[in-house]
Structure formats: structure tokens, C-alpha cells
């Protein structure tokens, strides 16, 4: 039995080779769990096609296509669906956005995987095998990441990558966050893989150089804690996202320092605490941002700082004032994205019941357009404020500010600060989707 795993191309992508070159670029890791988790009495031949990477060939031999999805790349995802479906294979869809709205894409499909696909993906395997296919199968309410096979990473060609060496140890978060798609699409409560498992992987892999992908590392404090202290004689350097609860956690952190930890992401999604009590993300703190900085720069760990904007209360004076905050506090690489109300989420519903959403279609949803009517300046002025921030953060003098202060993993920081100023001064290049209907007139 053949069957082609992809992953359709979304808008970073559009344009052949992407925005983000192989220096920004780790190997993903859903196709080849995937791939992993074929039964073992099923002779299977996989291909495994990462569109960002390479062209999918519109005439690839499969009995079986599934394709992964996220909001920005259904439209793709759909085309490549309906293709390949005419050409008589079966297609199954999966992913976030199939989770969020099954029923748009049950349309598309043979058969939807809705949630995580441990569990169901082996059974849709097998009943595909005999004959007897369902059209939805959905994850059961008493899931667990236990006795799970290691990811193939050989089926991906690791010349593409900057790194294979990617890892999981949990998923979902318990925060509420109006603007993120997991407690709507996975729910509030953390799945963990044994920490035993976590740490067999990273040695079979045999890395110095890890990256965990998991959404929140530290929001089960006593796994963290467990995780941290089996990474210790591993004597590796890691680098995850967590939120800026670590900085009250004066243990927790210097534990994720002393297990090797290089580099952390964190939302810290604005500097208005307006605005976050507005997302409800009231946990974040602006006033404490400058102090967690210091600290954990001072435990030799870089920070990948993120930012939002469009929120109800930010006005177009916010864009220079987030670039000031992330120089000033030496933030090692900073992120912008435009707020997005992700179908299924609280501010979709939110904005929608409010008539604020400017389109519905789904490749606009890349956190790089304004798909809705911001509150205190025009979709116009969000989306130019937003791009020029971009270029403003990563202007030569603005890297030299921020890493002469942060002074902290250097020789990375470098290469990613010129890799994120060649995106910053390409957005309008590689972000080529049209303008929503009606953006004009919202504006």
C-alpha cells in the first residue's frame, strides 16, 4: 500500500523557496509521526512531501494522500484534496483547522481526523486496508501520549533542515487565551509524554543542539521540573517556548538554565495591559518584562519575544513603542504578528458578533494580514504599522543595540537576526494574497 503524507505550502511559501531560508528552517515533526504510527502488520511504502520544501507532483503514485492542515493553508490543502480525488485516491485531512471546522472540511475529504491522530490515524490505516473506511474519526475523550513509536526523521531529508534534532514532550496549554486556537481545538488540559520516552528520543537522535516545539514547557510545573532534571547529564543546549510565568518561578528558572537551556519563546504579546486583560491573557505583566529579560539573560538564555497588534486598545502609536520596548530591553529576536481571529476561537466569535471580520478566506490567516476592523486605526494604518516595525527591529543599527546588550548565545543570534531581516524587508514580497473584500471600504 502507498500512501503520500503532505503538507500544503501556505503563504510563507507562496513564492518558490519561501521567505525563510534553510537557516531558519527545523525539520517538522507531524508527517513523520505519522508515518511512525502505521500498524506494524501493514506493509506500507510512505512519501512524505513538505511543500515549503518541494514541489508536490501532480502526478504522485498513492493509494492513500493525507494532508496536514492549518488555517493558512486550506485553500491549498483543498486544491491538492480535490486533485488528487479526481484522479480516484482516497484523501484523508487532518490537523488544526480540520479539528476547528470539521464540517467545511469533510467536504474536501474521504475521510477527517479530528484532534490528535495517535489513536485514530492507526485505526483509519487499518480500516482503509480492508475495505471499510469511515468518513470521520474523532479523538476519544480518554487520549493519552503513551506508548508511542519515535518519529521516522529519516523519511524527511535532512539537508533541507537547519536541524532534525526536533522534540516533543507535551502538548496543549492550561491558559484561556481569547486569540488561541488550542483551547478550542484540543482543550485546557496538558498532555505529557513519559519523560523516560521524551529522553530516549533525544539520545537516539544524539544531538547537542535540541529544539522543543511543545506550546507551553512550563505549564505543568512539576513535569517541567521532571523534564529539566532528567535533561541535566544530557549535557545538551535546548531551546522552547514558555510563558513569562517563569520569571516568578526564581527555581523553575534556574533549572531551565542549568538543563542546558539556550533560548526561550515568549508571548508577551503586548506592552498594554489593557489589551491584555482584553485577550485574557492577564498573567502577562508589562511592568515585569524588562526585569525577566535581565534575568534570564543573566542565565545565559536569549529570548525570542513576541508581539501582537491590533488589539481594541492599541492606536497606531503602539508600533514605535514596541520597538523601542524591544530594543531598549535587548530583546535577542523580536516577532510582530497581526492579531488573528482563527475560526473556532473566542475572538472569532467575538469579532464576528461584533461585524468586524473584513473576510473568511482562510489564506489571509497567517498572522501577516489584517482579516479584521481594528477598534482604534484604519486596516490600512495595522497592516503598514505592522510592516514597518518589521523593518525598523531589524534595521542594522537595531540589531547592534539589542545584541551589544543582550550579549547572549552571539554567534546564533547573529545568523537568526540577518535571517529575520531578510523577512522583515520581504513581507511585501512573499505575503502576496489579494486584499479582503471590503478592506478598502473598512478602511
Not at 484540543?186 to 522543543?212: A, E, M, N, S, T
Not at 482604534?376 to 510592516?387: D, K, N
Request: net charge neutral; charged share 25%; glycine share 6%.
Amino acid at each position: 500500500m502507498k500512501v503520500a503524507l503532505l503538507s500544503p505550502k501556505g503563504p510563507l511559501y507562496r513564492n518558490r523557496g519561501g521567505i525563510f531560508k534553510k537557516s531558519l528552517r527545523y525539520q517538522p515533526l507531524t508527517l513523520t509521526t505519522l508515518a511512525a504510527l502505521a500498524p506494524p502488520e501493514l506493509v506500507i511504502d510512505f512519501t512524505l512531501r513538505d511543500e515549503g520544501i518541494e514541489d508536490i507532483s501532480p502526478d504522485l503514485e498513492a493509494d492513500l494522500v493525507g494532508l496536514t492542515v492549518i488555517t493558512g493553508s486550506a485553500p491549498r490543502a483543498y486544491a491538492l484534496a480535490a486533485h488528487f480525488r479526481a484522479r480516484g485516491i482516497t484523501v484523508v485531512l487532518g490537523g488544526p483547522h480540520v479539528t476547528l471546522m470539521p464540517q467545511e472540511a469533510e467536504v474536501h475529504a474521504d475521510a477527517i481526523c479530528v484532534g490528535y491522530a495517535e489513536e485514530t490515524w492507526p485505526r483509519l490505516l487499518r480500516d482503509f486496508a480492508a475495505g471499510r473506511l469511515r468518513a470521520r474519526y474523532e479523538q476519544g475523550p480518554d487520549f493519552k501520549l503513551a506508548n508511542l513509536p519515535f518519529p521516522r526523521r529519516e523519511l524527511l531529508d535532512k539537508r533541507h533542515f537547519l536541524t532534525q534534532a526536533v522534540f516533543e514532550a507535551t502538548r496543549a496549554c492550561a491558559h484561556d487565551c481569547e486569540f488561541c486556537v488550542v483551547p478550542t481545538a484540543w482543550g485546557r488540559r496538558q498532555f505529557q509524554k513519559p519523560v523516560g520516552h521524551v529522553i530516549d528520543d533525544i539520545r537516539r537522535v544524539g544531538k547537542r543542539r535540541i529544539i522543543f516545539i511543545d506550546l507551553n514547557l512550563i505549564s505543568d510545573r512539576a513535569y517541567a521540573a521532571e523534564l529539566f532534571e532528567a535533561l541535566v547529564p544530557l549535557n545538551v543546549r535546548w531551546f522552547g517556548l514558555a510563558t513569562s510565568l517563569i520569571g516568578r518561578d526564581r527555581v523553575l528558572m534556574e533549572l531551565t538554565a542549568r538543563s542546558g537551556c539556550a533560548g526561550l519563546l515568549i508571548g508577551f504579546e503586548s506592552i498594554c495591559e489593557a489589551s491584555l486583560t482584553d485577550v485574557r491573557k492577564r498573567f502577562n505583566d508589562p511592568a515585569l518584562y524588562a526585569a525577566l529579560i535581565r534575568d534570564l539573560h543573566a542565565l545565559g538564555i536569549s529570548i525570542q519575544g513576541c508581539f501582537v497588534f491590533g488589539h481594541d486598545h492599541d492606536t497606531t502609536e503602539v508600533f514605535k513603542r514596541t520597538v523601542a520596548f524591544a530594543i531598549d530591553s535587548a530583546i535577542d529576536l523580536p516577532r510582530f504578528a497581526i492579531l488573528t481571529p482563527f475560526p473556532g476561537t473566542a475572538l472569532h466569535a467575538r469579532l464576528a458578533s461584533e461585524n468586524r471580520i473584513l473576510t473568511r478566506n482562510w489564506e489571509l490567516y497567517d498572522g501577516q494580514h489584517v482579516v479584521f476592523a481594528p477598534k482604534c486605526m484604519t486596516p490600512h494604518e495595522l497592516q503598514a504599522g505592522h510592516e514597518s516595525a518589521w523593518r525598523a527591529v531589524y534595521s542594522y543599527p537595531a540589531i547592534a543595540r539589542r545584541l551589544a546588550a543582550s550579549r547572549t548565545q552571539l554567534p546564533i543570534a547573529v545568523m537568526a537576526n540577518l535571517g529575520y531581516r531578510y523577512y522583515a524587508r520581504h513581507l511585501e514580497t512573499h505575503y502576496t494574497c489579494d486584499w479582503p473584500i471590503g478592506f478598502a471600504e473598512a478602511a
